[in-house]
């Protein structure tokens, strides 16, 4: 199946019944709420091993949600409601958490680089080490004696890391769609053209893409002296400001979430049917 005849397919699904999307978008983001609930133990500081629960919540529902997503999305592809019962229908329920565990061990290796950049940057800003020694470390070790440069290769650093999660992701997109179809090993022989859907479906979230592009650009300024805003000579760039671009790139992307969800859906459903 051609990725364009998934875009149009899953437009089609889209477009069928705004209200239908409102509701999927509304029992989706009910669920995560809910499972980001216990994170409200942080502002305790007695309470804060409960957030912990958020992990477990998580796991153990929101894992089997996003397999019930999928079942939902290939039937609002051959024309049923893409809100449906199956959002929170309970079986095969072991079927669906062992499903998406693999899926999340397989991130878990995408992800590697991007847990060792974490830990480097946890112990060198634990506390024991402070800012002007952090800046000199990355002007000599990293920049060649070019504070620009260690800054540049930090952040190249970083986007790769989150590259290479991010293509993961994409990478192994098809898998949930491949079980509601029935048949795990659909996407087999097809990962490059589902990687492919995936990244195409991002156009979806160009408003929100948009939105960081530019805060990007406000913070620009303020990474090439960073000396001078440590030494406080150097003002970021008004928080309210940059919120507020985040907040209208999010709102705007919001109602376009389901279509980036239905595309890599419809190209594996055009699997299924060119069989």
């Excluded at 179809?181 to 991002?202: A, F, I, N, P, R």
């Excluded at 160009?206 to 000579?233: E, H, Q, W």
């Amino acid at each position: 199946m051609k990725i364009s005849s998934a875009i149009r397919k899953a437009w089609r699904a889209y477009t069928a019944s705004w209200g239908q999307n409102m509701k999927f978008l509304l029992v989706e983001a009910c669920l995560t709420m809910i499972c980001l609930c216990p994170l409200l133990f942080l502002t305790r500081g007695e309470l804060a091993p409960a957030a912990l629960l958020t992990v477990v919540l998580w796991i153990f529902l929101l894992i089997p949600a996003r397999m019930n997503a999928a079942k939902a999305m290939r039937n609002a592809l051959r024309g049923g409601n893409l809100c449906n019962g199956q959002l929170v229908e309970t079986t095969e329920y072991g079927a669906k958490l062992i499903c998406g565990l693999k899926r999340v061990g397989f991130l878990l290796l995408w992800s590697i680089p991007l847990i060792a950049l974490a830990v480097e940057v946890r112990i060198h800003f634990s506390g024991e080490v402070d800012s002007f020694t952090v800046l000199r470390m990355i002007k000599n070790d990293l920049g060649g004696g070019d504070q620009m440069r260690g800054i540049l290769v930090v952040i190249a650093m970083a986007m790769a890391s989150l590259l290479m999660l991010m293509l993961g992701c994409a990478f192994h997109s098809g898998e949930r769609h491949a079980w509601a179809q029935g048949e795990k090993t659909l996407v087999q022989g097809h990962h490059g053209k589902v990687l492919l859907t995936w990244l195409c479906s991002l156009l979806s979230m160009l408003p929100l893409l948009i939105a960081l592009v530019v805060i990007v650009f406000r913070y620009l300024p303020v990474l090439s002296d960073l000396n001078g805003l440590i030494m406080k000579t150097v003002t970021l760039p008004s928080t309210r400001g940059t919120l507020v671009i985040l907040v209208v790139g999010a709102i705007l992307t919001l109602p376009l979430l389901p279509l980036r969800s239905l595309i890599p859906a419809a190209y594996v459903d055009g699997l299924r049917r060119n069989q």
